[in-house]
């Protein structure tokens, strides 16, 4: 049976990610690094501070490298710049052990392989973007990625979704953007011509009547129901 829909979106952070999981993984690196270098019982905050400042420093909507953060945030917390090879080993370990998908939406994806074109659109590194999706076990089942990396712009600039769109080769109308930001997903996809689906986040908080966003749901599975898909 055909699909309402040609191709699925979906963002990461939030949606195929779990972001608790990411501020734990954060803390355990920052502990493993604080065991290192003898770090002081703020370098967590520090952390923090440095990566947050790193990504507001940019200029718009141009891409600012998590890693290059990272690096930032490291050197604030040490004293001095510290080579990638002596942190980011550490610091791929401590995340895996404790990054976690949404269940759901690892399911939903596994469900829609093979029935439709399914590719991310997120504010991501590459590296990272792949790192995620393999742990996690959906890259086999995704048909494209589309990163700010690779795009050189974050949502919600309209390249991003048309970059997503070409590899696709569907038409706007003919697609659904799955997202838990408000501007970066529900405004950025829905401005291109994409349906919008918010799950989660600031998309959530979107009033009933609210024309950027076409779809709400509290379970990532409801999205089969939207695409036209039978659930098992």
Do not use: C
Not at 91 to 104: G, K
């Amino acid at each position: 049976m055909a699909t309402r829909y040609d191709a699925v979106f979906w963002d990461i952070g939030g949606v195929v990610l779990d972001l608790d999981s990411v501020r734990r993984g954060h803390r355990a690196f920052v502990e493993t690094l604080g065991e290192r270098f003898d770090l002081g019982d703020d370098a967590l905050e520090t952390w923090r501070e440095e990566l947050g400042a790193h990504f507001r420093d940019r200029d718009g909507a141009e891409f600012a490298s998590a890693r290059e953060g990272y690096a930032r945030a490291v050197a604030a917390m040490v004293g001095r710049e510290v080579s990638a090879d002596e942190w980011l080993p550490a610091f791929e370990r401590a995340t895996a052990e404790v990054l976690e998908p949404i269940p759901e939406t690892v399911e939903t994806i596994r469900r829609l392989d093979g029935r439709l074109h399914q590719g991310v659109v997120s504010d991501i590194d590459t590296w990272e973007a792949e790192r995620l999706l393999d742990q996690f076990g959906v890259a086999p089942h995704l048909d494209a990625m589309t990163t700010s990396e690779e795009v050189g712009r974050t949502k919600p600039d309209p390249a991003m979704f048309e970059t997503a769109l070409e590899k696709a080769d569907v038409e706007p109308e003919r697609a659904v953007m799955v997202g838990d930001r408000y501007r970066n997903d529900m405004e950025g996809a829905s401005g291109v011509g994409l349906h919008t689906v918010a799950f989660g986040g600031s998309a959530a908080d979107a009033t009933p009547d609210d024309p950027v966003v076409d779809y709400r749901i509290e379970n990532p599975l409801e999205l089969l129901d939207i695409v036209g898909v039978e659930r098992e």
